[in-house]
């Protein structure tokens, strides 16, 4: 059996707070549990929404939480040349066209992309565009460890996706599955915002393992998001509170109470190190909750 790959894969797009956490936690917790890695990966490929210094705090806040990582920190920002290789190849084989579209033109047409461009000549196309995918063979449903049967419609799952935005920045589909393969990432656990476009990264996982890239198909369990009281989910964006350094042990006991595992009344007085080795012996993913909870500090 392949050994257990996990990541935890955060964005520097500003400090870590309650729902990073949870993510954190659930990963590590389950790498932790099934004697596997766990590994971190700076997903570093959008400058415009990076905060300075956020990478580096992002680090010491996951070691203040005694969340020790194995091997090194992979930087996107230093894989570009790894993407574009394969980004060339997809080009070579005829996998991927150039569009012009703007998000008007898209919206104006329901939402999601006609494959408009798909037979466009290069001097029909203006420049910058877009690089999208064609999608013949887009996966519409898969299994998550904890939510069952996870489908989308049809025209989600066969749209002809961005790989390479219009600014020339790599897109986030493109690079987590590159890198979730290269890696040997066996099993993702993260957020369920990310829950519909699974899809789309296994539409271009089986792609690419037909002989580009050889990887094991991925296992994905998919936690449930912290929102605020009015339902919007704690993010970055919205301004959540970054985590309290000094109220890592009662953070970290509410992370766990988060994801309904084992907490008593004398867990308070252990430390960090030895919470985490007890509730990696008691991890359950069976009493995790499937909705998305509400927290408040
Ligand atoms: N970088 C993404 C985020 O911070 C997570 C990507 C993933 O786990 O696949 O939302």
């Not at 964005?11 to 790498?31: C, E, I, Q, R, T």
């Not at 449930?224 to 509170?241: E, F, R, V």
Request: aromatic share 8%; glycine share 8%.
């Amino acid at each position: 059996m392949t050994q257990y790959r996990g990541r935890f894969a955060p964005s520097p797009s500003g400090d870590l707070h309650f729902g990073s956490l949870v993510a954190a936690l659930g990963s590590y917790l389950d790498a932790k549990a099934n004697h596997g890695q766990w590994l971190v990966r700076m997903e570093d490929i959008d400058p415009p929404r990076e905060v300075a210094g956020a990478a580096e705090a992002i680090l010491r806040t996951l070691e203040a939480f005694e969340l020790h990582w194995d091997g090194e920190v992979a930087y996107q920002s230093q894989r570009h040349d790894f993407y574009q290789h394969h980004l060339d190849r997809l080009i070579q084989d005829g996998f991927c066209y150039g569009c012009d579209c703007t998000r008007k033109m898209i919206m104006s047409g329901g939402g999601l992309y006609q494959g408009t461009c798909q037979h466009k000549s290069k001097s029909e196309l203006a420049t910058p565009h877009s690089l999208r995918f064609v999608n013949n063979n887009g996966v519409s449903s898969f299994e998550d460890r904890l939510l069952g049967k996870i489908s989308v419609e049809g025209e989600f799952a066969n749209e002809d996706f961005i790989l390479k935005r219009k600014d020339g920045l790599y897109a986030y589909q493109l690079v987590v599955v590159l890198d979730d393969m290269e890696q040997g990432i066996t099993d993702v656990v993260r957020g369920s915002d990310l829950l519909e476009v699974t899809t789309r990264q296994m539409t271009l996982f089986n792609h690419l393992q037909k002989g580009q890239l050889k990887a094991e198909p991925i296992n994905y369990l998919h936690l449930p998001l912290a929102i605020t009281d009015n339902g919007l989910k704690l993010s970055k964006q919205n301004h959540a509170k970054a985590l309290d350094l000094d109220e890592r042990k009662s953070l970290m006991l509410k992370a766990l109470a988060f994801l309904d595992q084992r907490v008593e009344d004398d867990y308070r007085d252990m430390s960090l190190q030895q919470l985490l080795q007890l509730a990696t012996t008691q991890w359950n993913i069976h009493s995790i909750p499937k909705e998305a909870q509400v927290f408040n500090y």
